[in-house]
Antibody, heavy 119, light 112 residues
Framework: EVQLVESGGGLVQPGGSLRLSCAASGFIFSDYYMNWVRQAPGRGLEWISYISGSGDSIYYADSVTGRFTISRDNAKNSLYLQMNSLRDEDTAVYYC????????????WGQGSLVTVSS | DVVMTQSPLSLPVTLGQPASISCRSSQSLEYSDGNIYLNWFQQRPGQSPRRLIYKVSNRDSGVPDRFSGSGSGTDFTLKISRVEAEDVGVYYCMQGTHWPGTFGQGTKLEIK
């Protein structure tokens, strides 16, 4: 069974940093693009970052470029999102989701990790 | 970025009745390989999203056959033949043809 389990969310002040993790199991992790998708409270879905299976291809949405860094450790079947210079508008539930192909992504999702940016 | 526009944004439906959600893209979603990468997701209250349909009309494993997708070019539709209580939630279309992939704003289905 495919499982994606996020951790690391919490309350952080504006300008602060947080690191999210996503532990994967039940599939060959290195065969998949891994993604972060976020959902602000009461809002829709925003694809903010992906990383290829080997880690050599990475994308960031304009809203997080220069502040967030995605990475993965295939030996540990883990995905990470380092979030720096956090803003109020980064408050959201952050989901990790896998994609075998980027054109038909997100066939499995984690349960989400809530990040709250507030003073 | 491609803008995905869904309608209606709120959809009250009587149990057992059909439901239909429209999704329109700001550009054609036909990819260079001839495929159309339009996907549909369901998000039940308090849950993570779940993909229902990929490439316009292909149901994911475990998705009931009362869900169907259709469309071409820039106009797409998700239909539920007979709404059940477990179908309550928000439905999102999402295009993967043009980078970056983008979601519609969501349609909230509720029981009347």
């Amino acid at each position: 069974e495919v499982q994606l389990v996020e951790s690391g969310g919490g309350l952080v002040q504006p300008g602060g940093s947080l690191r999210l993790s996503c532990a994967a199991s039940g599939f060959i992790f290195s065969d998949y693009y891994m993604n972060w998708v976020r959902q602000a409270p009461g809002r829709g879905l925003e694809w903010i970052s992906y990383i290829s299976g080997s880690g050599d291809s990475i994308y960031y949405a304009d809203s997080v470029t220069g502040r967030f860094t995605i990475s993965r450790d295939n030996a540990k079947n883990s995905l990470y999102l380092q979030m720096n210079s956090l803003r109020d508008e980064d408050t959201a539930v952050y989901y990790c989701a896998r994609a075998h192909f980027l054109v038909v992504p997100f066939d499995s999702w984690g349960q989400g990790s809530l990040v709250t940016v507030s003073s | 970025d491609v803008v995905m526009t869904q309608s209606p944004l709120s959809l009250p439906v009587t149990l057992g009745q059909p439901a239909s959600i429209s999704c329109r893209s700001s550009q054609s979603l036909e990819y260079s390989d001839g495929n159309i990468y339009l996907n549909w997701f369901q998000q039940r209250p308090g849950q993570s999203p779940r993909r229902l349909i990929y490439k316009v009309s292909n149901r994911d494993s475990g998705v009931p056959d009362r869900f169907s997708g259709s469309g071409s070019g820039t106009d797409f539709t998700l239909k539920i033949s007979r709404v059940e209580a477990e179908d309550v939630g928000v439905y999102y279309c999402m295009q993967g043809t043009h980078w970056p992939g983008t979601f519609g704003q969501g349609t909230k289905l509720e029981i009347k």
